[in-house]
């Protein structure tokens, strides 16, 4: 497989911890419910699975943030639930109230018969990363992702979304070892998943720990954290001959950081409750940073988007210019963004971000 | 007022960073929906607020958990809204969905409409404050307790609770003015509301601030911690020549520990992601610190809750035993306990964190 040549590179070499002129910025769920446009295609494909399991849907909705915005990357339009629905526990939108699970496991009968389910079930994903990679025209860089082993295993449990993730950590602390028997494979089952993303065009992959924040300090270590490294072992570190960029974001994880630093990854993700500058004194050079304006921001005004990004670029404080690696922040929210953001405030941010950044280089 | 003489100060002793022979517990919502004894009284009183308003009632279930566990601490049977009720926000319990204000506050005309409320509008729950004090016989200590001024802000801005608190972040980013015009008013409610349950015979203060943990790093020291302080400035600091300890937990606050370490009180509450050993170094004997069992932990099976009680304990590591302040602990959960909690189950732990505790200190 080719592909057109990349002409930003900003994304990757901050990745990497490589100097940029200015801060690369793309935004968690920047294709979605809040641009008319996505509101558009999704009424076309009919339902979310028709639009994520749709090759020239997705392509679609990947790029409609990108006609808007300067964003600096791509990521694959997909849902965290694929692959446990690729195990066979049917997976559901019903309207307004996100995914559902029509055969959680909440048994050891249903545990044990969790396999890695075998990845031509996911080539409706591989195909779309091919498609858009095709489609961006060497524009800017598409990233991969899948959801974190223990993220997934909360919505294989608990067959949906939870106030108190109550049936997931009753097996968790009841049954430890059913757990761990379901997170192994969760990784396995991720790793693979990854690397059909890398070997299909993805040219970052970024796994997403969004429940990782509910855990207690002991259990986010055994059943979190420890099967994310085990996802990250398993990853190709590159393709091509190009190195592929490993991200990890566990919301919530802020008082994490130090342990997540020795993850073998280039990338953390940190929601808006971390403060920049310390988590950059805590990770070094060794991580570059992802985050972290609180998506809440994008509700007020322009002027004040403005402030509260160059707020966060100050926090992170100024980027390192040299050879080399050093201290790296790729800008971001903290958290997807709200289906209520009105589009223009996007504009107002990506534009106050790379303004800012770059003039903090001067 | 006189009352009874207290007969087990373990809580109060390790409030102050006292030596004691084991480490005392309560639990947080201890009097509630777990009880098949609390479900008969509000059944009787007919709703939630008939049952928080009625002295008799209030006393009643404030005493249940008291009957089946020895418990080393009683708290006010409450709810954290009842000061913007008093404000005239119309405070509503709707089945299931818990609390929810007729006239929540949304714009410049109303916030400016806000005043302290006089507090004979909540006398009914320091009526409730002494009656409890006499009907606990001196058994154990009565904690008083409020939500925090920006607790309160969200729960009056949202009308309700929130799943991304859009509404009252949304005022917070575009109207700091209005919104710490909001907090002041806040703030100064709940100074003379828990100095109002001082004088009715509250033996200690918590201020519950559920939702700090939202906010994003530099809005939680604006918008919560300086407002927190605030009260924390105007409370009696003893009543009848006795010390009146103040308790401050923010749930999601692990991050700002240093931070919450400078207040003007003697206990931090601290949710189940904070590692206890790590928060120990981190505020030394300046504070004893109060928790952080994960309420679903309940859901295990009773040797797997004594383990992890246990597990608590030792992450806290050895208390002090010599004269003077040192280090100390009050076990907790790191959140209220579940309305699915087994009643049995909460002996299996009593009986766990006082045992183990014991014998660290032989």
Known sequence: MTFPTLQNDSFLRACHGLATDYTPIWLMRQAGRYLPEYRATRAQAGSFMGLATNVNFATEVTLQPLARYPLDAAIL??????????????????????????????????????????????????????????ALQGRVPLIGFSGSPWTLACYMVEGAGSDDYRLVKTMLYSRPDLMHHLLAINA?????????????????????DSWGGV?????????????????????????????????????????????????????????????????RTLVGASKTLQGNLDPNVLFAQPPQIAAEAVAVLDSFGKPHSGPGRGPSLIFNLGHGISQHTPPDHVSALVEAAHRHSRALRA
């Not at 099967?227 to 802020?254: C, E, M, N, W």
């Open 77 to 134: 339009f997909s849902d965290i639930l694929t692959v446990p629905d690729a195990m066979g526990l049917g997976l559901n939108f019903v309207n307004g109230e996100g995914p559902r699970f029509e055969r959680p496991v909440r048994d050891e009968a249903s545990v044990r018969a969790l396999q890695v389910p075998d990845m031509n079930q996911l080539k409706y994903v591989f195909d779309a990363v091919t498609s858009i990679r095709h």
């Open 188 to 208: 396995d089952a991720v790793a693979a998943y990854l690397n059909a993303q890398i070997d299909a065009g993805a040219q970052a992959v970024m796994i997403f």
């Open 215 to 279: 855990l207690a300090d002991a259990a986010f270590h055994t059943f979190s954290l420890a099967y994310t490294a085990r996802v990250l072992s398993q990853l190709k570190r590159s393709h091509g001959g190009v190195d592929i960029p490993r991200l990890v974001f566990t919301k919530g994880g802020g008082q994490w950081l130090a342990q997540m630093a020795q993850l073998d990854c280039e990338v953390l993700g940190v929601d808006w409750t971390v403060n920049l500058g310390a988590a």
